[in-house]
Nanobody, 127 residues
Framework: VQLQASGGGLVQAGGSLRLSCAASGRTFSMYCMGWFRQAPGKERELVAAIRWSSEITYYADSVKGRFTISRDNAENMVYLQMNNLKPEDTAVYYC?????????????????????WGQGTLVTVSS
């Protein structure tokens, strides 16, 4: 699966952005997907993930209630709606696909569980 993320930009605190990730390949619908972010000097962290069948989602505590991950398997797209943005959300955001096709249980939660990465899109939140 090849991935292309977009939608980043500069926004004021309290604002919203919607990140999009376009995936290539006929098997996109069989992969769990995730959004990671990496701020300068910090490790890459999982922000949100969604199971290939969409019935399970995961959110980091820092974004719960503000971010929503969704996917459109017919369009090979995954989205991250980010509301009430805070300066600490500033980072490069990456979309990523599970290393395993049709994971039987749960969703991947660590970077090593993911096998394909997009190029990243920068989100900057000003105070």
């Amino acid at each position: 699966v090849q991935l292309q993320a977009s939608g980043g930009g500069l926004v004021q605190a309290g604002g919203s952005l919607r990140l999009s990730c376009a995936a290539s390949g006929r098997t996109f619908s069989m992969y769990c997907m995730g959004w990671f972010r990496q701020a300068p000097g910090k490790e890459r962290e999982l922000v949100a993930a969604i199971r290939w069948s969409s019935e399970i989602t995961y959110y980091a505590d820092s974004v719960k209630g503000r971010f929503t991950i969704s996917r459109d398997n017919a369009e090979n797209m995954v989205y991250l709606q980010m509301n009430n943005l805070k300066p600490e959300d500033t980072a490069v955001y990456y979309c990523s696909a599970d290393r395993i096709m049709k994971r039987v249980l749960g969703i991947p939660l660590v970077p090593d569980d993911f096998g394909s990465w997009g190029q990243g899109t920068l989100v900057t939140v000003s105070s």
